[in-house]
């Protein structure tokens, strides 16, 4: 082996082996754990793996097939823990959600059943010609969906890149370092470009040594969630939410509620919502009060009340008690008061406005 490539074995090994190193510290951490941290840690894992198996595989062609089963087995999972981690930093999620633990649960259970069902040192021809092809279009769908999931960030990035914070610019850096990556190994796949195969690992390396640089310059992985500063008057200053995030969850807030109907429930807490989209009670008390100027019981009422008006508009037949209790009042007198706070005008009258109206 040449200088050339005893360098580039050296710098593609040493950036694997700094990628489990990591990605094992990151998990076994406790300070500060978050479901952003966990997912990191087994996205540094999994891209580790995989790129050791390709630096050797390249250098030493007759490695173990067991070791080129591992190496896919771990690629499986390069997408999965991406998209997670990026759901999980736009916002502090401090326990995994049981639907992310169910998904997971089905993913880990494909890769062993399929990996005991179809070893690759007996179905060689069935990896290499089909099950690899799978694995790269899950991996590439799973970039897809985190690519939506960053689209006000890549914005911001498009029209004002001086206003992205340090977690935002981590955020596009891991995502975009996957896709360098991902595009290496496809065009290898597909013997497009010569060459490419081993470009894999070495881009992982400069991407994995700017993570480093990232996580030592104090980055936080889920916005939000540092603790408060202290002003000059030693009392906690409440930290602002970050533009870009307040507009990510005000519109993840609409749809849920508008699509699931959730200002129906009457029993509808403020730290049930904030679960839905997986932010904590107070950083979504934080979003409505200093980011939408309004109380929760204000932001849910106008919801109901606007329902309320397009049964009285669209619905002859329920009473004005009954439609109260359809958009989630549990008294009538509370849907009455609360009507006319809003609406300025009670519901008879507001009905009778619009019978004038039309027959007018």
């Known amino acids: 082996m040449n200088i050339g490539l005893q360098i580039l074995f050296g710098v593609s090994a040493l950036g694997a082996f700094n990628g489990i190193v990591l990605g094992v510290y990151l998990l076994l951490n406790k300070k500060g754990r978050s ?3 966990f997912f990191l840690s087994i ?4 891209i580790s793996i995989r790129v050791a198996k390709s630096v050797f595989l390249y250098f030493n062609p007759q490695l173990p097939k067991i070791y080129l ?14 998209y997670y981690f990026l759901r999980s930093a736009p916002g502090q999620v401090n326990s995994i959600p049981p639907s992310w633990k169910r998904s997971w649960a089905i993913l880990l259970g494909i890769l062993v059943v399929g990996g005991i069902l179809l070893p690759y040192q007996i179905y060689p021809w069935a990896w290499n010609h089909l099950v690899v092809y799978l694995i790269y279009l899950q991996w590439l769908a799973y970039l897809v969906a985190a690519g939506y999931l960053l689209r006000n960030v890549w914005k911001t990035f498009f029209i004002a890149a001086s206003s992205l914070t340090t977690t935002q610019k981590f955020r596009l850096l891991m995502y975009s370092g996957n ?21 894999g690992p070495v881009s992982f390396s400069l991407i994995l040594y700017l ?41 993840k807030l609409e749809k849920i509620i ?6 129906k429930d009457p029993n509808l807490k403020l730290g049930h919502l904030a679960q839905k989209i997986n932010i904590s009670a107070h950083q979504l008390s934080q979003l409505l009060n200093d980011n939408l100027g309004k109380s929760f019981s204000t932001y849910i ?12 508009t669209t619905n002859d037949r329920l009473t004005f008690e009954a439609i109260g209790y359809e958009v989630g009042y549990n008294s009538k007198s509370t849907f009455f008061a609360t009507f006319k706070k809003i609406k300025d005008t009670t519901p008879a009258l507001f009905k009778e406005s619009l019978e004038k109206n039309n027959s007018a």
């Open 258 to 263: 508008v699509e699931q109907e959730l200002f």
């Open 179 to 199: 896709c360098i990556i991902f595009l290496f190994y496809l065009l290898a796949l597909f013997d497009i470009v010569p060459g490419t195969y081993i470009a």
């Open 301 to 312: 009422n106008e919801y109901r009340i606007k329902e309320a008006c397009k049964l009285i």
């Open 43 to 46: 996205l540094l894992l999994t």
């Open 69 to 82: 089963q591992i190496g896919l087995s771990a690629c499986f999972l390069i997408g999965p823990s991406l």
């Open 35 to 37: 479901a952003a941290a």
């Open 211 to 251: 993570t480093i640089f990232f996580y030592l310059y104090g980055v936080r992985l889920e916005s939000s969630s540092a603790p408060p500063e202290t002003g000059r008057s030693g009392k906690a200053e409440r930290r602002k939410i970050a533009v870009n995030d307040a507009l990510l969850w005000s519109e």
